[in-house]
């Protein structure tokens, strides 16, 4: 650890004014700007010679949970939009797969969690966390290469397959006969996603020749395909499924196409200089003993 992200470490923990050479572009400065409490107390908080902290108390911790402890919250970044059975207000209340995985991560922190919901897109969500307004971001966020050039991921805790919904007279028509899989492989028809999602970066590599459509939200794509204006919607196994689950009527008119060669794993971000933050909410997912795939999420409750 160099001199001036010690330095920036004491400022973001303590409050003691940092020094000249201190750097405010320091990873740990950005990392720092997490709005936090004045500390209970005044006392300059040691880092050691291995970067470690140490706090009033006498526990040694890793730069990033002196500061969330210090602050005595965790803050998390969740998309702005609901996305039930992830995420959702009830009766003023946060609820939700997300929220509970959250909640349980500060729980094993020992502090308070909030919530950050200024994003409206997933990216947003991205670029929360990316910006050091949040210490993670639990948000249904799929894990995507350009994505991980500003932020981490952790092993996914949810895996689900890639797949299509379609308009059954837009696709025959389409299709002129034939077989299904054959058309899928060489689509070139109309394909909605939802924009400034993974899905829209998804659909550029895996239907290269499609005629990209992108709606604000995924209720617009569903009207859209619907509507007849477009061919297919592309999203994950579980919102397309979801549709069907939700209006068993809509298999008049639509069907599901699942990618089973084409996953998409969501997983909790961390900032990308905090690398024992990262190694913690691994090692909680591998030792939580609740489990999740699609049928589990399908039989969530959504309120």
């Known amino acids: 650890m160099t001199c001036a992200t010690c330095t920036a470490l004491l400022v973001a923990t303590s409050g003691v004014p940092a020094p000249a050479f201190a750097a405010d572009t320091t990873p740990a400065a950005l990392a720092a700007r997490v709005p936090a409490p004045t500390p209970t107390s005044g006392a300059a908080l040691v880092v050691t010679p291995t970067g470690l ?3 009033p108390d006498g526990r040694l911790l890793a730069p990033e949970f002196a500061r969330i402890v210090n602050r005595g919250e965790l803050v998390v970044a969740v998309l702005g939009v609901d996305q039930p059975p992830f995420f959702e207000e009830h009766n003023g209340q946060l609820v939700g797969l997300d929220i509970d995985l959250a909640k349980e991560l500060a729980q094993k922190l020992n502090v308070k969690v909030r919530f950050n919901r200024d994003a409206m897109t997933f990216d947003g969500v991205v670029s929360l966390l990316a910006k050091g307004q949040a210490d993670l971001a639990v948000s ?3 894990r995507t290469l350009p994505r991980t050039e500003i932020i981490s991921f952790s092993e996914p805790y949810l895996r689900l397959n890639r797949a299509l919904l379609l308009n059954r007279v837009k696709f025959a028509q389409l299709a002129h006969g034939r077989p299904v899989p054959e058309v899928i492989r060489s689509y070139d028809g109309t394909l909605g ?3 400034k999602s993974s899905y829209a970066e998804y659909a550029l590599s895996n239907f290269p020749h499609a005629k990209l459509m992108s709606y604000p939200t995924w209720d617009a794509v569903l009207k859209a395909l619907n509507d007849g204006d477009i061919t297919a919607a592309f999203r994950d196994e579980f919102e397309v499924k979801r549709v069907l689950k939700s209006d068993p009527t809509a298999s008049l008119r639509l069907r599901v196409v699942t990618l089973k060669d ?4 969501l997983a909790v971000a961390v900032n990308i200089t905090e690398p024992a933050l990262l190694a913690f909410v691994n090692q909680f997912l591998a030792d939580r003993a609740k489990r999740l795939d699609v049928a589990a999420v399908l039989q969530a409750p959504s309120y």
């Open 262 to 265: 084409l996953e998409d794993t």
């Open 53 to 55: 902290v140490q706090m």
């Open 193 to 195: 996603v939802v924009a």
């Open 140 to 142: 249904k966020l799929s």
